[in-house]
């Protein structure tokens, strides 16, 4: 079975949300390649040491999951203006020729209700139920 890996905004996000999102996108992924699909466990729980920098040590830990992934699936790149990570995680993903499955800027309501009045991320209103799909294959 393929693996996939889930790349969505966590800053700020309760982990019930962060899980909402998560199960959307593996979902929908399953839907767009008309198969079943191993998530990744990707949402790190453990602590960085105090000595360390939080974000690049949470960056790190995420890179080393990615290294076993089939699939990706992450929000179109204009969503990543306060996710440094996330933008890293994907551009890694695609130098490293990992199948890419982006969730394009109209349909971030969809899968990240809870965001829909954060500046940082520019939501737009979702305009359709069920969103279109980019694929890179």
């Avoid at 996000?13 to 008309?34: F, N, P, S, W």
């Avoid at 080393?64 to 995680?89: N, Q």
């Amino acid at each position: 079975m393929k693996k996939i890996f889930i790349s969505c905004p966590m800053k700020g996000r309760t982990e019930e949300d962060i899980r909402k999102t998560r199960d959307k996108m593996h979902k929908y992924a399953e839907l767009v390649l008309d198969e079943e699909l191993e998530v990744i466990p990707s949402f790190i729980t453990d602590t960085p040491p105090s000595d360390k920098n939080k974000g690049v040590w949470y960056l790190g830990e995420s890179i080393k999951l990615l290294s076993d992934a089939d699939v990706f699936v992450g929000l179109d790149r204009p969503y990543w203006v306060d996710a440094k990570g996330c933008d890293i995680e994907e551009m890694t993903a695609y130098r490293y020729g990992i199948k890419k499955i982006s969730i394009s800027r109209d349909d971030f309501e969809y899968f990240c209700p809870d965001l829909k009045n954060e500046p940082r991320y520019g939501v737009p209103t979702c305009a359709e139920p069920l969103p279109k799909v980019e694929v890179e294959l």
